[in-house]
């Protein structure tokens, strides 16, 4: 299944794919926040329609704890108001430390800090549908 993650942020929400085989995750696109909600949900719709997307993974901040905060209540929000854009089904999915993973790496990738912030969205992203295609995979191999 090909999957579109979704990496809400209150300025800018970082998008990945995956190939159909679940191999892999790749970064999409970022989506800067501007002119309303309406519109921002509109456009993530659009690319997730382009890139065949057939579910959407949406990023949920959970604290360390793992309890829900205010970051986490406004991604589920989101995600809320994103599924009244789309027929996909959403999935709320654990990003902690998403972020941090993708900063790290390209932070020893020696990428330029411009680049950086261009594209962390995106990568952070990026790590959030893998570990959503690790849990599932980790979940179907239990069963």
């Given at each position: 299944?090909?999957?579109?993650?979704?990496?809400?942020?209150?300025?800018?929400?970082?998008?990945?794919?995956?190939?159909e085989?679940?191999?892999?995750?790749?970064?999409?696109?970022?989506?800067?926040?501007?002119?309303?909600?309406?519109?921002?949900?509109?456009?993530?719709?659009?690319?997730?329609?382009?890139?065949?997307?057939?579910?959407?993974?949406?990023?949920?901040?959970?604290?360390?704890?793992?309890?829900?905060?205010?970051?986490?209540?406004?991604?589920?929000?989101?995600?809320?108001?994103?599924?009244?854009?789309?027929?996909?089904?959403?999935?709320?999915?654990?990003?902690?430390?998403?972020?941090?993973?993708?900063?790290?790496?390209?932070?020893?990738?020696?990428?330029?800090?411009?680049?950086?912030?261009?594209?962390?969205?995106?990568?952070?992203?990026?790590h959030?549908?893998?570990?959503?295609?690790?849990?599932?995979k980790?979940k179907?191999?239990?069963?």
């Amino acid at each position: 299944m090909r999957y579109l993650a979704v990496d809400y942020g209150t300025k800018r929400v970082g998008l990945a794919v995956c190939d159909e085989l679940e191999f892999g995750a790749y970064p999409l696109a970022t989506v800067t926040r501007g002119k309303s909600l309406n519109h921002d949900l509109a456009e993530i719709a659009r690319l997730g329609r382009n890139a065949e997307a057939e579910a959407i993974v949406v990023g949920l901040p959970l604290n360390a704890d793992g309890s829900q905060g205010p970051a986490a209540n406004a991604a589920a929000a989101f995600a809320k108001s994103l599924g009244r854009h789309t027929p996909l089904p959403i999935t709320l999915h654990d990003e902690f430390l998403t972020t941090w993973e993708a900063q790290e790496e390209m932070i020893a990738a020696d990428v330029s800090r411009k680049k950086r912030r261009a594209v962390i969205d995106q990568m952070a992203a990026v790590h959030l549908l893998e570990a959503f295609l690790r849990a599932k995979k980790e979940k179907s191999r239990a069963s």
